[in-house]
């Protein structure tokens, strides 16, 4: 079983700053995937960025780039030059290899302030 | 590419009711989906997941009688909350992997949900 712990209910930040997202997971599983989701009030699921336990390099999206440390089981989110649109709920999850089930976070509401 | 539709987007039904949500994949095949049930402000949990041609499985806590699910072709799952009653109220999203993998292995597509209230 898979455990996903975002500690931040909610942050805010100024426009055009970078903000970061923590996320630490548990999982007893060796290949597994890291996944931030972006929930608008909308309520659409935005995939964002992803992450492979096996991956050397941090994945990066345009604005978004994931600080993956293995031996530390943390997968944090960096939105760099945040803008009004960013504004949302964020979810990290995680999925094992074996059955792609995904595992969510808590979430973290992101108010982007002009 | 890779649209993963939900009907109706929202709906309201009487207690003792039953109500059905469609997931569908428009430019894809999916031999599994998943559906997601999501209170206000909180995660979303996984109820099951829905393999094409064999039943469901359903996560721990999860009533298979009260949640029927049906994954008829490899584009079309449903679920039907059956005797719904206002603590069924709730968002549900549905998500699907397309048969032919994705960019990521784990890739799914997420359809945009249904809220559901039951009066």
């Not at chain 2, 995660?43 to 994954?71: C, P, R, W």
Request: contains cysteine.
């Amino acid at each position: 079983a898979q455990k996903i712990t975002q500690t931040q209910p909610g942050m805010f930040v100024q426009e055009k700053e970078a903000v970061t997202l923590d996320c630490t997971y548990d999982t007893s599983d060796q290949s597994y995937g890291l996944f931030w989701y972006k929930q608008p009030s909308s309520g659409e699921m935005i995939f964002l960025i992803y992450q492979g336990s096996y991956d050397e390099q941090n994945a990066t999206e345009g604005r978004y780039s994931l600080n993956f440390q293995k031996a530390r089981k943390s997968a944090n989110l960096v939105i760099s030059a945040s803008q009004l649109g960013d504004s949302a709920m964020y979810f990290c999850a995680t999925a094992p290899s074996n059955d792609y089930k995904l595992s969510f976070g808590a979430g973290t509401t992101v108010t982007v302030r002009a | 590419g890779a649209v993963v539709s939900q009907h109706p987007s929202w709906v309201i039904c009487k207690s003792g009711t039953s109500v059905k949500i469609e997931c569908r994949s428009l430019d894809f095949q999916a031999t599994t989906m998943f559906w997601y049930r999501q209170f206000p402000k909180q995660s979303l949990m996984l109820m099951a997941t829905s393999n094409e041609g064999s039943k469901a499985t359903y996560e721990q806590g999860v009533e298979k009688d009260k949640f029927l699910i049906n994954h008829a072709s490899l584009t079309l799952s449903t679920l039907t909350v059956t005797s719904a009653h206002p603590e069924d109220s709730s968002f549900y999203i549905c998500s699907a992997r397309d048969i032919e993998g994705g960019e990521y292995i784990y890739e799914q597509y997420f359809g945009p949900g249904t809220r559901l209230t039951v009066t």
